[in-house]
């Protein structure tokens, strides 16, 4: 052996060494409990943002197919599904070379959209690691890219004054070691790659964990020390103790932030943080000819999630060089435009008071409450009537609203050529603090009789 790698292994093996002995050294539990009003000015931005950018990338990109799903007799689900052989998907890595990948373009095209955080897919259950890691050379430094992506996108991140979060897979499909006799031996693996992740990128503000419907069997107290240690303030998701009994919309942990549904809005809930996460496309990363959604479908879900009080962390699927592809990019910059307009509506809001309908949802904070208005009918808007008077009524961009305040409900009009397509936004103004209003269910609007 030369001395050069000589000197090479050696400062691999003293890095790992480090990683494996602040694991080792860390209690069960390693952080002190928090009071309720630490815990929320800590949650803080991330119930004032609302809106995020997840995304999904690897050498799975190549192939056009979903990102670790795709690979053959793998997933616990369907084990013998997977339309990428097992030898193939791995050895994929070999040709990933996103030459045009750029953080600074990533991040733009986030900020442009109005999003506030960025979520990347560090590692999936494939086991592929977007890191130069010292932990597995399973990793992007061995590609013909050999740089480090976490590095260049945190960079870019933090520069666009947005908020960064991994996710990571605790889950590992190509790991020998994995759910066997020998899973401990995983699990200090995965333990070494999480602290590398957490520890060589300076401030990380959320983990995202996943799940794969297995049992969780990931030394969950350690794990969660680990990130805790690292990142005093990071904000984690539910899914590192999910069990093949859970439902990932309803199970929160002591130890987790907030609970995650996926591909749908999820439904009212002023009590505890969630965040629905949703493909622009069909699929959890990049898909030739993909049918993806429009703008107003996006502001549409938008407006429901956070009028149910949740976050919608929106995925894009970078294409195999490393563009956000054309047509994304242009969705999302009406997305932007949209909330340059109605931000106030959306950002630093409440869910309410009005749970959410396919046609209304509302949003509030302070002595204001926002009406989305996303399906008119013939007529008039009709609410139930709410605890606090009504002062004025505009819209938000400007414009008369006429509204009317009884005892047995409010009534709202606005022109028709006064109307958005998408979302009119009405702001109603209170003589007192709109957060004090209980969550008001809209009945059902009476069937008309046929004429």
């Not at 409990?33 to 800590?42: D, H, M, V």
């Not at 999904?56 to 084990?79: D, F």
């Not at 139930?384 to 005892?407: C, D, F, H, M, Y």
């Amino acid at each position: 052996m030369n001395c050069t790698v000589s000197k090479f292994v050696n400062r691999t093996m003293k890095k790992t060494l480090c990683i494996l002995l602040m694991i080792m050294c860390l209690p069960a539990f390693c952080t002190e409990s928090e009071t309720p009003a630490q815990r929320a000015a800590r949650m803080a931005w991330w119930r004032e943002a609302r809106f995020g950018m997840f995304i999904h990338y690897g050498p799975v990109t190549l192939t056009g197919k979903e990102l670790s799903w795709s690979r053959a007799n793998s997933n616990p689900q369907c084990p013998n599904k997977g339309p990428t052989p097992a030898e193939v998907y791995d050895s994929l890595y070999k040709q990933f070379n996103p030459t045009n990948f750029n953080g600074a373009d990533w991040a733009g095209v986030a900020k442009a959209a109005g999003m506030k955080y960025v979520v990347l897919t560090a590692k999936h259950c494939d086991g592929f690691l977007l890191w130069d890691s010292k932990v597995d050379g399973y990793n992007i430094m061995t590609t013909p890219f050999k740089r480090d992506l976490c590095a260049e996108l945190a960079k870019a991140v933090r520069r666009d004054g947005l908020r960064l979060g991994w996710y990571f897979s605790p889950m590992d499909w190509r790991d020998p070691d994995f759910r066997t006799e020998r899973n401990a031996t995983f699990v200090s693996r995965m333990q070494g790659e999480l602290s590398e992740l957490l520890n060589n990128y300076e401030r990380i503000d959320v983990m995202w964990f996943d799940w794969d419907g297995g049992e969780p069997l990931y030394d969950q107290t350690n794990t969660y020390a680990i990130a805790k240690k690292s990142q005093p303030k990071i904000i984690i998701n539910n899914r590192l103790d999910l069990r093949p009994r859970d439902k990932d919309t309803m199970m929160l942990s002591p130890l987790a932030d907030y609970y995650t549904p996926e591909q749908h809005v999820g439904a009212y809930d002023d009590n505890l943080p969630w965040e629905t996460c949703m493909t622009l496309g069909t699929q959890w990363s990049w898909k030739p000819d993909d049918q993806i959604k429009s703008a107003g479908e996006v502001i549409n879900i938008l407006a429901r999630t956070v009028g149910g009080d949740g976050n919608l962390l929106l995925d894009v699927g970078p294409m195999p060089d490393g563009r956000i592809e054309p047509r994304q990019v242009e969705v999302l910059k009406q997305i932007g435009v949209w909330l340059k307009e109605n931000g106030d509506s959306i950002y630093g809001t409440r869910a309410g008071p009005w749970k959410p309908t396919p046609s209304i949802t509302s949003t509030r904070k302070g002595k204001t409450i926002y009406v989305h208005i996303l399906k008119w009918p013939d007529g008039l808007v009709k609410l139930p009537n709410i605890s606090a008077k009504i002062v004025r009524a505009t819209l938000l961009k400007g414009g008369k609203v006429q509204a009317k305040q009884t005892e047995n409900g409010i009534e709202i009009f606005v022109a028709p050529e006064k109307r958005e397509a998408n979302d009119t936004v009405v702001v109603l103004k209170l003589a007192s603090d709109a957060l004090r209003i209980p969550a008001i269910t809209i009945s059902p609007a009476p069937t008309q009789p046929a004429k």
